[in-house]
């Protein structure tokens, strides 16, 4: 199996490349240069690799959430690059991209919240529960929301083991999100960002369950309504 993996829905741009076993990748933080820099970090991956676009199975691709422009360009470029081959497309969320990247830290039923910064003082979030198989489960939805909001929900897990919290939006709302009533059973891993390689790993099992869409069907996922719906009314206009 060989999947080509890009990921630029927040400051960082990175690409990836899976093949089989073996996974090379490549990782920048470069805010507003991800348009510049995605196809050469692409084509770097496929020379390295001696691996001919045409060979690649399938086109994986953060689809979100995170910062509009940067889902438009993952979107986009999974897009074509797909269309050019004759491929499909893999969607993979952003935040179940952070958990896994951590998930080795996990154990069996421990809980891990990814989070990432939504802006306007919101956060993007997502919880997850490490299964026997060592993969994630989501529990519940993808939701954005104040960090008060994210705090509320996740008195659910009151009675749970220490919880792991990953992602930039706990970073950015540190002080907000880490209480004195929470602190104590919050395990923080704050300056993560969803790279390629881990949108590759979790493209995997996707693609072997034939989970994937025709390139013209893949979409950016927003999680803000009113982002979505300003979106349309641009193109419709």
Not at 83 to 95: M, Q, R
Not at 108 to 137: C, P, T
Not at 195 to 209: E, G, N, V
Request: net charge negative.
């Amino acid at each position: 199996m060989k999947i080509l993996a890009i990921e630029t829905s927040t400051e960082a741009c990175s690409a990836a490349l899976l093949l089989d076993d073996q996974i090379i990748s490549r990782f920048e933080l470069a805010p507003r240069e991800h348009t510049r820099l995605i196809l050469p970090m692409m084509e770097e991956l496929l020379a390295e690799a001696n691996c001919p676009l045409n060979d690649i199975d399938a086109i994986a691709f953060g689809r979100g959430p995170g910062a509009f422009t940067g889902l438009r360009i993952a979107t986009g470029v999974a897009q074509g690059v797909a269309l050019s081959i004759d491929k499909p497309v893999i969607a993979v969320s952003t935040l179940e991209a952070l958990a896994w990247q951590i998930q080795h830290q996990t154990e069996v039923g421990q809980k891990v919240i990814a989070a990432l910064d939504a802006r306007m003082g919101e956060v993007y979030w997502a919880s997850f529960e490490k299964n026997a198989a060592g993969l994630l489960d989501r529990i519940g939805d993808e939701r954005v929301g104040k960090p008060a909001h994210m705090l509320e929900e996740l008195k659910q897990f009151d009675n749970a083991e220490t919880l792991i919290a990953t992602g930039i939006g706990w970073q950015a709302y540190k002080d907000q999100l880490l209480t004195p009533e929470s602190k104590d059973k919050i395990k923080l891993v704050p300056d993560q960002l969803p790279s390629a390689a881990a949108i590759a790993q979790l493209a995997l099992p996707k693609l072997i369950a034939g989970l994937t869409l025709a390139p013209e069907d893949a979409q950016p996922v927003y999680i803000r309504d009113n982002v979505a719906l300003k979106t349309k009314q641009r193109e419709n206009a």
